[in-house]
């Protein structure tokens, strides 16, 4: 990589020491190293100008497109790269990938910004803090390789190592076990209408149904949020401005809502789900903790009024420990067994000039997560936290969302949101588990969103309205207990899906995962114009799977072949509403189990499966096999 380096302070731009090494793995870190007689600037204490070494065709950055949420974009001139990339992948002209990470150190965080040249890219390291005259800091790792997946892990764990560890990386992270049965959540469904009669009256629904939902997250507006009294809205937009106006009163429920109490109501509420789990943000509300309520008054010397007159924590361990520990307690008394813990990507719009990026992210999710250990033993939802800020501070906690909040009702934002939570998948994937948000299965639409949930390697829930859930689309999920059928891994493009537009360059959009031996493959048309989209499918487009030869099945076209490795199949997809999901099973020894087929991810449905004796299912359903040659049904 050909690299410059300044740094910046109030006389301008002036070189300064940089050096790239070899760490694990091939993988390249490029180390800054600035000391200045004056303040470096808090806003680009220094800038890297980068040049690859290899030609490439495409790039996909993955970028900062709120303060929440990242999103891809894809073009072919690092001039164009967006602000705030937090991962670009390159697809190298001799059909290699190369992988560029910037990272945040222990007081810097590194974006990525567009470049002068086609060619080239710039990195820039800042705090939003005043005073500092030295940055020694890693900015970021890079590595090239013919495949983009284990050159992602190599550069994730490559920056761990030399960030000191600070936090797990994936694999060693305690998933809940909460996270591995069917949930829903109050949020789309009653919207700030969430009270307790209609939380009974959703559980009551579950059981009528026959729906193995075991638990429920009280989302947004079940809190004493007095600001909302005697107010009304006219539409959902006018609701949200009406929400981020208020405040929080105190840690209990709304008196209104919940007469008797969140004890009362959870307690209720346990006696048709297993688990239940409590929302609430970072800031206390959306706009802080009420001045003059008894909260206010406890946690004053906690509390930071920000730019525009909201009172949240001060961006320390201390004050974030002291209101969490207490909060959280209480949850812990009333009977809630984990939490959703929103609003976390909150640095940049409220915590500039106070102490540095990486000091108040640490202190931030070092607070949060002792806390859901403390009370929860670590069961945590993080939410709106996708700026590398967070990424990079959380230390062992296993579920983050991923994406904006689902839209019902809504054809174009599917593809928003498969593009979304894929290719943050793919950033963020190797650290954590991704959450690819709750969904309604009886929206136009939710058979797909319902499909692309199965391959997600994450929670799954649902957030249907009152009498409205569809048995048929959840069923296919899950096993008749609420377990869910669950991949491996985040789901991720395939590596040719990678890089170039799916909404405009007419080929199918492909997501790949493992499911403990077998590989699934979910393709979708996401052509912006409506029109024909095609391409071919393949085990090889599935990283991990391993096999010569696969039985395979589509759900939902009902075929069952045979294919080999390296043998690729011609597939078009005429319209948006078209898509398929196919699960490769290897055939060894002329013999493989496909499983219930009536599930999505149906290997997972296989109890025990042999040659000679056949195959079971867990459930004592039938089972497809394919042996000698043929594919046959195994009757229960």
């Known amino acids: 990589m050909k690299i410059n380096a300044q740094m910046y302070n109030a006389d301008g731009a002036l070189p300064c020491a940089f050096k790239e090494k070899s760490v694990s793995d091939g993988v390249t870190a490029v180390m800054v190293s600035a000391k200045s007689d004056t303040a470096l600037d808090a806003l680009c204490a220094v800038k890297l100008s980068l040049i690859p070494d290899n030609t490439f065709s495409e790039y996909t950055a993955v970028y900062r497109h709120s303060e929440y949420w990242c999103r891809p974009q894809f073009g072919e001139s690092l001039k ?23 990272v945040v150190s222990q007081l810097y965080r590194c974006v990525i910004e567009p470049g002068n040249t086609k060619n080239e890219f710039c990195a820039r390291l800042f705090t939003y803090a005043d ?16 495949n983009p997946f284990s050159v992602m892990h190599d550069c994730v764990n490559a920056a761990i190592n030399e960030l000191g560890n600070k936090i797990l990386p994936a694999e060693q992270r305690k998933y809940p076990e909460i996270f591995e049965y069917l949930g829903w959540c109050s949020w789309d469904a009653l919207h700030i209408e969430v009270n307790e ?53 105190s840690m209990e429920a709304d008196p209104e809502r919940f007469p008797d109490g969140l004890k009362h109501t959870v307690t209720k509420m346990k006696k048709y789900l297993t688990w239940i789990g409590m929302w609430h943000p970072t800031t206390g509300y959306w706009f802080g903790i009420e001045p003059g309520s008894k909260l206010f008054e406890k946690y004053k010397d906690h509390l930071y009024k920000t730019a525009d007159g909201r009172y949240i924590l001060k961006p320390d361990y201390e004050s974030y420990h002291a209101f969490l520990d207490e909060w959280h307690a209480f949850f812990r008394d009333c009977g809630a067994d984990f939490v959703k813990l929103d609003n976390q990507s909150i640095i940049r719009q409220f915590y500039k000039h106070t102490r540095t990026i990486g000091e108040i992210a640490h202190d931030m999710h070092a607070a949060i997560e002792q806390s859901a250990e403390k009370y929860f033993d670590g069961a945590l939802i993080n939410c709106m936290g996708c700026a590398n800020d967070n990424i990079w501070n959380r230390p062992s906690s296993a579920v983050s969302r991923c994406s904006d909040d689902f839209q019902p009702n809504n054809r174009e934002w599917f593809t928003k949101h498969i593009l979304q939570c894929s290719f943050a998948s793919f950033m963020q994937r190797d650290i954590i588990t991704c959450d690819w948000d709750m969904w309604w299965t009886n929206d136009p639409q939710g058979i797909k969103n319902s499909v692309i949930r199965a391959v997600s390697g994450g929670p799954i829930y649902i957030s249907d309205e009152i009498g409205k859930s569809e048995r048929n689309v959840i069923m296919p999920l899950i096993l008749s207990d609420g377990k869910i059928l669950r991949c491996d891994k985040p789901a991720v493009p395939t590596a040719d899906c990678l890089t170039g537009n799916p909404e405009t360059n007419g080929r199918i959009f492909k997501l790949q995962n493992t499911a403990k031996g077998s590989g699934v493959l979910a393709v979708f048309n996401i052509d912006a114009s409506d029109g024909a989209a095609r391409g071919s499918i393949s085990p090889d487009d599935i990283d991990g799977l391993c096999g010569e030869e696969f039985a395979v099945y589509e759900h939902f076209t009902k075929q069952a072949f045979t294919v080999k490795k390296g043998q690729r199949i011609p597939l078009t997809l005429e319209t948006r509403d078209n ?58």
């Not at 670009?88 to 990938?97: A, F, H, P, Q, T």
């Not at 005073?131 to 013919?146: F, I, M, R």
């Not at 429920?216 to 009406?242: G, Q, R």
């Open 80 to 102: 164009t790269v967006p602000d705030e990339t937090q991962t670009l992948i390159l697809k190298n002209s001799d059909g290699g990938y190369t992988v560029i990470l910037p």
């Open 131 to 146: 005073g500092l005259t030295e940055c020694n800091a890693l900015s970021l790792v890079y590595k090239t390789g013919d």
């Open 197 to 249: 009669r209609g939380l009974l009256e959703k559980c009551k629904e579950f059981k009528e149904k026959n729906l193995p939902v075991r638990w429920a997250i009280l989302d947004d507006m079940w809190a004493d949020v007095p600001n909302f009294k005697n107010h009304t809205y006219s539409d959902f937009n006018e609701m949200i401005k009406l929400m981020h106006s208020s405040s929080l009163r």
């Open 579 to 636: 898509f398929r999901l196919y699960n490769f099973v290897p055939i060894k020894d002329g013999f493989a189990a496909l499983g219930d087929i009536s599930k999505f991810i149906c290997p997972l449905t296989v109890k025990s499966a042999d040659k000679n004796s056949g195959a079971e299912t867990v459930e004592h359903t039938d089972c497809l096999i394919f042996k000698d040659g043929k594919f046959e049904a195994v009757k229960a």
